[in-house]
């Protein structure tokens, strides 16, 4: 079994790192070009939670320069507003139906993927990944991946990629109802606007007792959301219901502690976005989820209205992050 991951940045080189770490055969292909350059010239850096590792691994910055064959595993790790053209790419450079594994936050690249491939599978991540500096990933958080068929249901090659990553540092597990998983984690992903706008690390974000409460509050309008939708949601087994997060997130007396190593910070992709002055975000495939569910069904969503609006604004203009106080952003929302 070899893995392509395509999108080679913080979510994909960990995860390629990982397979290869593992002694599994990895290709990336990314497309931005500093990122290609510096993992051929010093190889793949893959640090953080499991310690420093150097893995030569071949990088390209196009589809068609890997000669595809029976046996391949594909990894999307691209930004959802760079799915369709990702998959169209892979589909014009090889006429396999190979399995295509889905590992991005939002729930549409499921359906986009299957367009063009039909042996789809749904990927819930909630490692936190980083990458700030060409060629070197950073694993800042140890959650689970979980695994199974698009639209549900699990398929051998779903158990065949879990039992892969098992031999690796990451914990995984595999579901038939993928999807509820990942609306479960779309939840989560609410919040990469409050702290690309706020400037907040992930850590730093639930040590903040305004932030803990601005978040939960964000949350619940899109559980509330969801809830009136008919959506179902499941956290992976034995992390408790998003409704438990919620209220965690208000238990300000259970604050966690802020990593002193810099480099074990983790930074939400949004975050990562505004740093990187890319000029677009992801918001319209979290936050715009919730504000056009709650137009469909009567739900207000002012919060998911703000952030969607404010870090929207934010990419458009190239600022970084940091933008905003949670107190400024309080102040927008009654304003």
């Not at 390209?60 to 029976?70: G, Q, S």
Request: proline share 6%; hydrophobic share 45%; net charge neutral.
């Amino acid at each position: 079994m070899r893995f392509v991951i395509c999108g080679a940045g913080a979510l994909g080189g960990v995860l390629g790192g990982q397979l290869a770490k593992a002694g599994y055969e990895v290709v990336l292909i990314d497309k931005i070009p500093e990122q290609v350059a510096a993992i051929n010239r010093h190889g793949l850096q893959l640090r953080g939670v499991h310690g420093n590792h150097t893995l030569r691994l071949p990088a390209v910055p196009h589809a068609r320069e890997v000669a595809f064959r029976p046996g391949d595993v594909i990894f999307l790790c691209v930004k959802s507003f760079h799915t369709e053209a990702a998959v169209r790419e892979l589909r014009q450079a090889t006429d396999l139906d190979l399995p295509v594994f889905c590992a991005q936050n939002g729930v549409r690249n499921e359906e986009v993927a299957a367009r063009f491939f039909s042996r789809v599978h749904g990927v819930m991540v909630l490692i936190g990944a980083k990458c700030l500096t060409p060629g070197v990933v950073v694993q800042t958080g140890n959650g689970p991946l979980g695994m199974g068929a698009y639209p549900e249901g699990l398929t051998p090659e779903a158990q065949a990629v879990a039992a892969a990553f098992d031999k690796t540092d990451l914990t995984v597990y595999t579901t038939p109802h993928i999807m509820r998983h990942k609306w479960n984690k779309l939840l989560h992903n609410l919040n990469n606007a409050t702290m690309a706008l706020t400037g907040l690390g992930s850590q730093e974000a639930r040590a903040h007792p305004e932030a803990r409460l601005w978040m939960a509050e964000v949350c619940e309008e899109g559980l509330r959301v969801l809830q009136a939708a008919g959506i179902a949601v499941e956290g992976p087994p034995g992390m408790g219901s998003i409704a438990a997060r919620i209220a965690e997130l208000r238990r300000l007396e259970e604050v966690p502690e802020v990593p002193k190593d810099p480099e074990l910070m983790g930074y939400a992709s949004m975050w990562q976005d505004l740093y990187h002055r890319r000029g677009v975000v992801e918001a319209d495939f979290f936050n715009g989820e919730i504000v056009c569910l709650g137009q469909q069904y009567g739900v207000p969503t002012p919060y998911n209205r703000l952030l969607l609006e404010l870090v929207k604004a934010a990419a458009a203009a190239q600022q970084p992050p940091g933008q905003y106080t949670i107190a400024e952003l309080r102040q927008r929302l009654a304003g």
